[in-house]
Antibody, heavy 118, light 108 residues
Framework: EVQLVESGGGLVKSGGPLSLSCAAS????????MNWVRQAPGKGLEWVGR??????????DYAAPVKGRFTISRDDSKNTVYLQMSSLRTEDTAFYYC?????????WGRGTLVTVSS | EIVLTQSPGTLSLSPGERATLSCRAS???????LAWYQQRPGQAPRLLIY???SRATGIPDRFSGSGSGTDFTLTISRLEPEDFAVYYC?????????FGPGTKVDIK
């Protein structure tokens, strides 16, 4: 059974950093392309970024609102993908979901809430 | 960036009725790279359809997707109580991958 478990969410002040982790199991993580998708409370879904598998080049793509502030990385030895966030803004407040898939998102974690206060 | 518009915003129906949800793209979605997701309250989204018409693993056959180019449809043939939820379309034909604003299907 595929499991994705996000952690690291919490309350942070505007301008500060926060790092999220997503621990994966139930599939061959090293072959998987992984994404982060976020959802502001009561709002719609927004793709944040994607990291390809190392065999596919390990390329990382970001959505424009987070480019230059967020960094996605992976540790295949730990079956974990990370989202390092810096210069956080109040509009970054959201549930952050880890998902599998190169283009569409087949499996999702339960999400972790990031709240950015002013 | 491809902008997706979904209609209606809310669809009020009774169990057993047919639901037809629309997703329109601001430009053609290459290779019909369009997906649909269901999100129940308090839960993560769940993949229903990918490639415009292919059902994801474990998805009941009352869910079907159709369309091409800029116009896509998700049909739920007979609504079950667990189908009352929010539905999102998403295009993956070009980066950035974008979602529609969602259609809420609620109980009439």
């Amino acid at each position: 059974e595929v499991q994705l478990v996000e952690s690291g969410g919490g309350l942070v002040k505007s301008g500060g950093p926060l790092s999220l982790s997503c621990a994966a199991s139930g599939f061959t993580f090293s072959n998987a392309w992984m994404n982060w998708v976020r959802q502001a409370p009561g709002k719609g879904l927004e793709w944040v970024g994607r990291i390809k598998s190392k065999t596919a080049g390990g390329t990382i793509d970001y959505a424009a609102p987070v480019k230059g502030r967020f960094t996605i990385s992976r540790d295949d030895s730990k079956n974990t993908v990370y989202l390092q966030m810096s210069s956080l803004r109040t509009e970054d407040t959201a549930f952050y979901y880890c998902t599998t898939g190169g283009f569409y998102f087949e499996f999702w974690g339960r999400g972790t809430l990031v709240t950015v206060s002013s | 960036e491809i902008v997706l518009t979904q209609s209606p915003g809310t669809l009020s129906l009774s169990p057993g009725e047919r639901a037809t949800l629309s997703c329109r793209a601001s430009q053609s979605v290459s290779d019909n790279y369009l997906a649909w997701y269901q999100q129940r309250p308090g839960q993560a989204p769940r993949l229903l359809i990918y490639g415009a018409s292919s059902r994801a693993t474990g998805i009941p056959d009352r869910f079907s997707g159709s369309g091409s180019g800029t116009d896509f449809t998700l049909t739920i043939s007979r609504l079950e109580p667990e189908d009352f939820a929010v539905y999102y379309c998403q295009q993956f034909g070009s980066s950035p991958f974008t979602f529609g604003p969602g259609t809420k299907v609620d109980i009439k």
